[in-house]
């Protein structure tokens, strides 16, 4: 049997090892994605081997048994010098006398090996086809699951990439409110949650998950104090129905009635998941609260992942909104083109034909000057003309920007050139000036706005009417004037 000395001098010695290892592995630079991926993950362990030997070490010297104790009194016996010693090495020879074939490891060689093959194999079995290696986000299931809640607002796939974080109401995420109630929706959020969590872990193993929980429970908490805020008095708060009442006794007129047990039903069945105690038509407001808080943390859960993953979301998007102009033999070599720059560069050069080398070398014969394509060469000549990227759309207020095909002119009305260059005219960059490229026109179009908002605003002494008794009706200021004349 080791001695708790040793075992703690051993794992002394680990802690500093791993150290040394990780601090290496920061000091080494990979241009390779899936190189960069491999050393993240091997970091990781590292790390995680690091905390439980650290804990190991923790508890030892808490010394809850006296064993470490005994075992330096032992050996700080004033007694006989040698007896201890003696016995010790009595012990190891034993010990090697009865297992003669056991292998003495030293632990920089036992630390240092590294199975390069084992762990390309687990990150390819960690990831699906569509995430490519952690590349890009695959969200078919949760988007599933998304078009089949009640009443949302029907989007294809690439703009459900674009929006699926967008939870904070109902106008931005296409969710009602009757819908948020329930279980389904909620069951959505927990799979979108979980999908995303698990996505970062695997892509981004070195990122810090603590940094999501202080977001999520100081956004819930900042939800929590504006709900306060919002509720003149809790007691007559129905959280349910989402209602504020002002009276008591309107409050308890609503609780007999059948929207208010619908709404309770719908509450009970959604805070059943959480844990949460089921609400009683009489008393529903707690836990229907928490019910609720729960749904929110879900959601800051999503908002904050997504900006996490903000460079695989929008690669994403640029793969699916690709793929709809690409045939399947040009999917298919997009994605040989990504396993190849996932390779080494041995393997890289072992794949590659000198003949295709001298063809990449020349140069390339583009008349044309058509746009490049994802493999380095121009697009074809029908696809250029589809999307009409021969055409030019000037806009003075970016500048007198020239922006090449009508996707990329519609697209910049919401891109910071454009942003900026109303921002100096002073004017808010809303949906009013989509298509308005000409300064006179934005600021025609804005006093026109501020007219018409001048004429529908409410008028009091013009658009109030009175009646006298006689049952005639004036404006407020005609029935001011006669009531003060004594005429009424």
């Given at each position: 049997?080791?001695?708790i000395?040793?075992t ?7 802690v ?22 491999v ?14 030997r650290?804990a190991?070490l923790i508890?030892s ?10 075992e330096?009194?032992?050996?700080s016996n004033?007694?006989?010098d ?6 010790r090495l009595?012990?190891i020879?034993d ?14 060689q036992?630390?240092?090996k ?22 890009f ?22 703009a459900?990439i674009?929006e699926f974080?967008?939870?904070?109401n ?7 409110s ?9 069951k959505?959020?927990i ?6 969590k698990?996505f970062c872990?695997?892509?981004m193993?070195l990122?810090?998950?603590?940094d999501?929980?202080?977001?999520v ?7 929590a ?6 509720m003149a008095?809790p007691?007559l708060?129905?959280a349910?129905?989402?209602k504020?009442?002002?009276?008591k006794?309107v409050?308890?007129?609503h609780l ?12 009970n ?6 844990g949460?105690?089921?609400?009683t ?6 836990s229907s609260?928490e019910?609720?808080?729960h ?20 690669e ?9 102009t690409?045939?399947?033999?040009e ?26 080398e001298?063809?990449e ?5 583009n008349?044309?000057?058509l746009p490049?394509?994802w493999?380095?060469?121009p697009?074809?000549?029908?696809l250029y003309k589809?999307?009409g990227?021969g ?25 910071w050139r454009?942003?900026?260059?109303m921002?100096?005219?002073g004017?808010p ?12 026109d934005a600021?025609t ?21 009175f ?17 003060r004349q004594g005429?009424?």
């Amino acid at each position: 049997m080791q001695s708790i000395l040793e075992t703690q001098r051993r794992a002394h010695e680990e802690v500093e090892r791993l150290g040394d290892l990780v601090a290496d592995e920061m000091a080494t630079r990979h241009k390779k994605h899936l190189g960069k991926l491999v050393q993240q993950h091997r970091i990781h362990r590292h790390l995680d081997r690091i905390q439980s030997r650290s804990a190991f070490l923790i508890d030892s010297y808490n010394d809850l048994d006296g064993s470490r104790k005994a075992e330096i009194a032992s050996i700080s016996n004033t007694g006989d010098d040698f007896a201890e010693f003696y016995d010790r090495l009595k012990s190891i020879k034993d010990h090697f006398r009865r297992n003669p074939d056991e292998k003495v490891e030293v632990l920089e060689q036992e630390l240092a090996k590294v199975d390069e093959d084992q762990e390309i194999e687990d990150i390819e079995n960690m990831f699906s086809g569509e995430e490519m290696r952690g590349r890009f986000l695959d969200l078919n299931a949760c988007f599933a699951q998304y078009i089949n809640l009640k009443n949302v607002k029907r989007i294809n796939y690439l703009a459900y990439i674009s929006e699926f974080d967008k939870l904070d109401n109902d106008n931005d995420s296409g969710i009602p409110s009757d819908t948020r109630k329930g279980a389904e929706y909620k069951k959505y959020l927990i799979a979108l949650s979980t999908y995303l969590k698990e996505f970062c872990f695997k892509a981004m193993p070195l990122y810090d998950s603590e940094d999501v929980d202080e977001f999520v429970k100081a956004k819930v908490d900042e939800w929590a104090e504006t709900l306060d805020q919002e509720m003149a008095d809790p007691d007559l708060y129905c959280a349910p129905c989402a209602k504020q009442f002002t009276k008591k006794t309107v409050f308890d007129g609503h609780l007999p009635g059948k929207k208010h047990k619908k709404a309770v039903e719908t509450f009970n069945s959604n805070g059943a998941d959480s844990g949460a105690k089921p609400a009683t038509v009489a008393n529903s407001g707690s836990s229907s609260r928490e019910a609720l808080k729960h749904v929110k943390a879900l959601e800051f859960t999503i908002v904050k992942l997504a900006q996490v993953l903000a460079t695989q979301r929008e690669e994403t998007r640029d793969l699916v909104e690709r793929k709809q102009t690409l045939s399947a033999d040009e999917i298919d070599k997009a994605k040989a083109m990504y396993d190849l720059q996932d390779l080494g560069e041995e393997e890289e050069e072992d794949f590659s034909d000198p003949e295709e080398e001298q063809e990449e070398d020349a140069e390339i014969y583009n008349p044309l000057k058509l746009p490049m394509g994802w493999d380095g060469k121009p697009i074809p000549y029908w696809l250029y003309k589809l999307h009409g990227l021969g055409v030019e759309y000037p806009c003075e207020i970016c500048g007198n920007f020239i922006y090449m095909g009508r996707k990329a002119f519609d697209r910049h009305f919401q891109e910071w050139r454009h942003a900026h260059g109303m921002r100096c005219l002073g004017i808010p960059n809303t949906k009013h000036f989509q298509e308005i490229t000409r300064i006179q026109d934005a600021y025609t179009l804005w006093e026109k706005l501020n007219s018409t908002k001048k004429a529908e605003s409410f008028k009091a002494d013009a658009m109030e009417e009175f009646e006298d008794a006689e049952g005639n009706v004036f404006n407020k200021k005609t029935f001011e004037d006669l009531r003060r004349q004594g005429l009424l």
